[in-house]
């Protein structure tokens, strides 16, 4: 019987991944139920790796090697895959976020996107010179319906002093920036607090972070050059957790917060 891959190899790791699952399965000519209990999965969620919806877990890969006598193939390919650049991670990270049950962020430089007004994130958008701002704006307003729902996620909150202090836009822009933040942060499900400038060197000198927990399980969110990168591995998760939780050790309680973030509104 003829191949028929569900996704292109040639575009990217990922998909690489996704092919080779169904190719080798295919090859050994075994049922999605068989191979779904090998990786100890369910049929459906093996269907959902094989169309690259999902990815491929450490014990997944070493249990396809296992069976395929791949010499570490699929294990390889997985790290190398978690590594590099993945031009849909932002696709990805939608979906995350909009299912997410806790969402823990960091961001030394600008307001995060789901508490962004629509004038900042266009001041932000448009400085960046990306075009068609106003689809850009669009969607990220309608990432923050995720804070609307009837069973909002927590969502924790941790800003340098730069963030509050450098303007965006005109004052208007940023003292509506800044008034939204205190509106947000008096929420039950929202946490904020602000990194001082007095605070000196703190461990979030190597840019955002953002780690996202739901039913899928734990992910976390880094800068990459030319855009982001997705981190579904379970123990590098960890590790950003444990940095983020170092980033907010330098961090102010909340109520001090809310007051930096008030000087800052009448400094405008």
Excluded: C
Aim: hydrophobic share 40%; no cysteine.
């Amino acid at each position: 019987m003829r191949f028929k891959p569900l996704v292109d190899p040639d575009a990217g790791l990922w998909n690489w991944l996704a092919y080779d699952l169904r190719f080798y399965r295919q090859k050994y000519r075994l049922s999605q139920n068989a191979l779904a209990e090998i990786i100890k999965t369910s049929p459906p969620n093996l269907s959902n790796l094989e169309a690259g919806r999902r990815r491929l877990k450490d014990e997944q890969a070493e249990a396809l090697d296992e069976r395929f006598t791949t010499g570490g193939h699929f294990q390889r390919l997985l790290r190398y895959a978690r590594l590099g650049h993945d031009p849909n991670w932002f696709k990805q990270y939608m979906d995350l976020e909009a299912e997410a049950i806790v969402i823990k962020a960091f961001e030394p430089i600008v307001v995060p996107g789901l508490l962004q007004t629509p004038e900042y994130a266009t001041a932000i958008i448009e400085a960046a010179g990306a075009p068609d701002v106003d689809a850009l704006v669009k969607t990220r307003m309608q990432r923050q319906a995720v804070l609307r729902k009837d069973s909002p996620p927590t969502l924790w909150v941790v800003l340098t002093q730069t963030v509050i202090d450098w303007p965006v836009g005109d004052g208007t822009v940023m003292r509506d920036q800044l008034a939204y933040l205190l509106e947000v942060s008096a929420r039950p499900n929202v946490g904020l607090r602000v990194i001082p400038r007095t605070a000196g060197a703190h461990a979030g000198s190597d840019g955002s972070i953002y780690l996202i927990s739901g039913e899928r399980g734990d992910v976390a969110y880094i800068e990459a050059p030319g855009g982001g990168r997705l981190v579904p591995s379970l123990s590098e998760v960890r590790k950003f957790e444990l940095v983020y939780d170092r980033i907010g050790q330098s961090a102010l309680p909340e109520k001090q917060s809310r007051l930096l973030i008030e000087e800052a509104m009448e400094a405008l």
